[in-house]
């Protein structure tokens, strides 16, 4: 209704009067404007400051990070050992030719091999070179012994011949088994047990070894089976049928690239 008044909440009789905090006044130009702007120009340099550490700190965290992860993988790669280390194989030998030379690619029932010569009158256990049969071994993947002499004449046509110690079987046996029984994998490749009882000391591998990888003149011996390592003789070591040498081709195989087994 007008002009009737508006009633006050009564307050009861010995509350306290709230106190507002005293602040001193901002009088334009008075003693503590100055003082506050600085104040606040100080925590915020204060704050930057603060935020470009952490900055750092993260960059130099991540940069510390890269630099470990990629000093293992460095490490990792330089300190790991090569398939050859691995399967315990020595480096790739060059042998001597056949004893005399002049019969080092003689074909056996020629003068003056009339008959086949011992193997341990060869430059190597298995041999690489030396006499040898008229005809060629055929490339394959072999569960018992070949014809040593058909083989080495093989190995004239840059043919790469895997003996491994017969009773192995090993994961690493059916590796290579299996690979080089791919027919787009096996053109001059002969994988064998090497077992001539009748041939005295040549009549095995040499002792500690179960692979020895063979190629015209040259030779690797390993302890252990591998297809990586077998994968890398071939590459340097054989030449497919009817091509010539390639860059990565190491060997002095003098009729390379001729078919075998016909």
Request: charged residues 20%; proline residues 12%; aromatic residues 6%.
């Given at each position: 209704?007008?002009?009737?008044?508006?009633?006050?909440?009564?307050?009861?009789?010995?509350?306290?009067?709230?106190?507002?905090?005293?602040?001193?006044?901002?009088?334009?130009?008075?003693?503590?404007?100055?003082?506050?702007?600085?104040?606040?120009?100080?925590?915020?340099?204060?704050?930057?400051?603060?935020?470009?550490?952490?900055?750092?700190?993260?960059?130099?965290?991540?940069?510390?990070?890269?630099?470990?992860?990629?000093?293992?993988?460095?490490?990792?790669?330089?300190?790991r050992p090569t398939a050859a280390e691995a399967a315990?194989?020595?480096?790739?030998?060059?042998?001597?030719?056949?004893?005399?030379?002049?019969?080092?690619?003689?074909?056996?029932?020629?003068?003056?091999?009339?008959?086949?010569?011992?193997?341990?009158?060869?430059?190597?256990?298995?041999?690489?070179?030396?006499?040898?049969?008229?005809?060629?071994?055929?490339?394959?993947?072999?569960?018992?012994?070949?014809?040593?002499?058909?083989t080495l004449h093989s190995l004239e046509h840059a043919?790469?011949?895997?003996?491994?110690?017969?009773?192995?079987?090993?994961?690493?046996?059916?590796?290579?088994?299996?690979?080089?029984?791919?027919?787009?994998?096996?053109?001059?490749?002969?994988?064998?047990?090497?077992?001539y009882p009748d041939q005295g000391a040549a009549r095995?591998?040499?002792?500690?070894?179960?692979?020895?990888?063979?190629?015209?003149?040259?030779?690797?011996?390993?302890?252990?089976?591998?297809?990586?390592?077998?994968?890398?003789?071939?590459?340097?070591?054989?030449?497919?049928?009817?091509?010539?040498?390639?860059?990565?081709?190491?060997?002095?195989?003098?009729?390379?690239?001729?078919?075998?087994?016909?």
């Open positions: 209704m007008a002009g009737r008044r508006k009633r006050t909440a009564s307050r009861p009789e010995g509350a306290s009067v709230p106190l507002k905090p005293a602040v001193a006044p901002a009088t334009p130009g008075g003693p503590n404007r100055p003082a506050r702007k600085e104040e606040a120009r100080r925590q915020r340099a204060a704050l930057q400051r603060k935020m470009s550490r952490r900055r750092t700190y993260r960059v130099v965290s991540l940069i510390v990070a890269f630099v470990l992860v990629a000093g293992g993988i460095v490490a990792f790669v330089v300190l315990g194989c020595g480096p790739v030998r060059v042998i001597p030719p056949y004893n005399p030379q002049s019969e080092d690619r003689t074909h056996i029932g020629q003068a003056p091999v009339a008959t086949p010569p011992p193997l341990s009158t060869y430059s190597s256990v298995p041999p690489t070179s030396g006499p040898h049969d008229p005809h060629s071994q055929a490339a394959g993947v072999y569960s018992d012994p070949p014809p040593i002499y058909m043919t790469v011949e895997v003996w491994y110690r017969p009773g192995t079987t090993s994961s690493a046996l059916a590796d290579i088994q299996d690979f080089y029984r791919i027919t787009a994998n096996n053109d001059h490749v002969i994988v064998a047990p090497y077992s095995t591998l040499p002792a500690g070894k179960q692979m020895v990888l063979t190629a015209w003149h040259h030779m690797q011996s390993c302890d252990k089976l591998s297809l990586d390592v077998v994968k890398g003789f071939v590459k340097h070591y054989r030449i497919l049928t009817g091509q010539g040498a390639s860059a990565a081709y190491k060997g002095d195989a003098p009729e390379p690239g001729l078919p075998i087994g016909a």
